[in-house]
């Protein structure tokens, strides 16, 4: 395997689970007894699994706070107060985005102290290569060649928008190069570095802050939590996920009432006004220290045999798993297809877009049953979506009708969007068996229109004429050494299976209102 070109660790031996054991150890890190550090089957990293039942409620891993590295924690001394200078055109990078590119600096400079570093133990065990995170597809030195033709394949997706919110956080590729040239010469000469670490350095240490660190608590903000760091993520089975006493003292990290501390009128400290009885004596007399840790516990039974699932955020789908961890999990979960109003309105903003909440009306729409799919579903977060169901939101659905008809009263829309989804329903029922389907003129516009919809962005699509058979016969051709492409390929077929499917529907439906003559 050629060596990577970050230079870091280089000639140290591959990552040692039974370093990471000891360094574990020493630091005070408690892991359920349960628990095995395994090779994950595609040899991509490790993982954890039961070697025993684990019954709902038992720990996992405690971390003491002071095993974690964070930027605070990091033995880089704080960086000169910088001016960045960083041209974000008109960006606004919110605070925690720039935390974590002083994260990765952090733990850069961790990386260039190697076996010097506190955290040596833990460093040694991680993944050597950059995570490949499509932000870095563009870079030959994480990504290969190969990296760009994966790019192209995100077109039309909704990682494609998952990447733009990226870049409007200020966390494009651009922004971390950037970041990198305007505070690479603070990092401190060390021994085995004494001269400044190339970008990609510092583009690896960025793959694997964005892929492994959690939200901590006010003084932390994130940090690398070695050992819970080696669980997987689950969007749709998880075990567990990581919880921490998060109302610490943002000077000094305190858990306990400090001196940086105002008294509320209740007598107690503000940051733990809002904790009961046990609470705060678990913090206040238990003595210092006590809680003052992450910890993971078993939110279910776990089976002896099962992988153990970490829960990186609730109800992530595929796009966003890509474009923060690297990963396509395949799980179908999250929102599926989404737009933006603006993709949507056929004329000019008119500025007439009422703001009906459509959730109201989902409620009262009645249940198809359960052997019946629908046409169109519920509406959560107001999202103009094609879920993964094959549903479209209600609120995707009324905005159209908005948009085609014209109509802007509020009433009326409600009146006329309600009648019009209960008729289209038992329509599509009709259709389903074989029978005509009696759609109004009104609703013949609106389900073209949907169709129209589907056929714009499964035209954004590389290669959208390319049939799925074909998509998927390159994808299981390509050699495994092209990942990206992979992943990429994996995601737009995915994404182009659900919109042909859910275009069928309604292309069914406007053939079966044919059949009325
Ligand atoms: C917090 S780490 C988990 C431990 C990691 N597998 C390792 O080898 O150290 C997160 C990374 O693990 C991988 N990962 C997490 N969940 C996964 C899953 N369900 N399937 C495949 N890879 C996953 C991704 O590469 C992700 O960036």
């Not at 150890?25 to 954890?48: C, P, Q």
């Not at 974590?100 to 991680?126: N, P």
């Not at 660190?213 to 567990?240: E, G, K, M, Q, W």
Request: proline content about 5%.
């Amino acid at each position: 395997m050629s060596m990577p070109s970050h230079g870091l660790l280089e000639g140290h031996p591959p990552p040692s689970r039974e370093l990471l054991a000891q360094w574990l150890d020493a630091h005070g890190v408690i892991r359920n007894d349960g628990l095995d550090v395994i090779d994950m089957e595609d040899g991509s990293g490790w993982t954890i699994r039961a070697n025993r039942d684990i019954e709902m409620g038992e720990a996992l891993c405690q971390i003491p706070k002071s095993a974690v590295l964070s930027s605070r924690s990091s033995s880089l001394p704080p960086l000169p107060v910088l001016n960045l200078q960083l041209d974000l055109s008109g960006k606004k990078p919110e605070t925690n985005n720039h935390t974590i590119l002083f994260l990765a600096l952090a733990l850069l400079h961790e990386f260039r102290l190697g076996a010097e570093s506190k955290w040596y133990g833990y460093l040694q065990s991680l993944p050597r290569e950059p995570v490949l995170l499509p932000v870095l597809w563009e870079e030959e030195s994480s990504a290969g060649q190969g990296g760009r033709i994966a790019s192209g394949w995100l077109k039309g997706t909704e990682a494609e928008k998952e990447l733009r919110r990226k870049d409007a956080e200020g966390l494009s590729l651009g922004d971390i190069r950037q970041f990198y040239l305007a505070t690479a010469q603070h990092l401190p000469p060390t021994t085995c570095h004494p001269a400044p670490s190339p970008e990609s350095a510092f583009l690896y240490a960025y793959s694997l802050v964005s892929t492994r660190a959690f939200i901590i608590d006010l003084y932390h903000i994130i940090a690398l939590c070695p050992f819970a760091d080696l669980f997987n993520h689950s969007s749709l089975n998880p075990h567990s996920s990581l919880t921490s006493d998060d109302f610490v003292c943002h000077i000094c990290g305190s858990l306990t009432p400090c001196s940086h501390d105002v008294i509320s009128t209740s007598g107690v400290v503000m940051r733990l006004d809002h904790l009961g009885d046990w609470e705060l004596r678990r913090i206040t007399e238990d003595g210092k220290g006590i809680g003052d840790c992450v910890e993971m516990r078993a939110e279910r039974e776990i089976a002896k045999g099962e992988e153990v699932y970490n829960c990186y955020g609730e109800g992530m789908g595929d796009a966003r798993l890509l474009v923060e961890w690297g990963f396509v999990g395949e799980e179908f979960a999250g929102d599926g297809i989404t737009w933006d109003v603006d993709e949507l309105s056929l004329k000019e903003d008119t500025g007439e877009t009422v703001d009906i909440d459509w959730s109201e009306l989902a409620e009262k729409t009645p249940d198809a049953g359960e052997e019946t799919e629908r046409l169109i579903g519920s509406s959560k977060d107001r999202l103009l979506n094609l879920a993964q169901s094959g549903e479209i939101s209600l609120e995707l659905f009324a905005h159209l009708f908005e948009d085609t008809t014209g109509m802007h009263d509020p009433k009326t829309l409600l009146t006329e969007v309600a009648k019009m989804v209960e008729h289209l329903q038992i329509a599509w029922m009709s259709c389903q068996d074989g029978n005509s389907a009696n759609l109004t003129d009104t609703e013949l516009a609106v389900a073209r229109r949907i169709v129209h919809v589907f056929d714009t962005r499964l035209g954004q699509m590389r290669r959208s004429d390319f049939p799925l058979e074909e998509l998927f016969e390159l994808r299981d051709s390509l050699p495994s050494d092209t990942r990206c492409q992979q992943m990429a390929l994996t995601l737009t077929i995915n994404e182009r299976s659900l919109l042909q499917s859910a275009r069928q529907k309604w292309v069914d439906l406007l053939e079966a209102s044919k059949l009325r003559a």
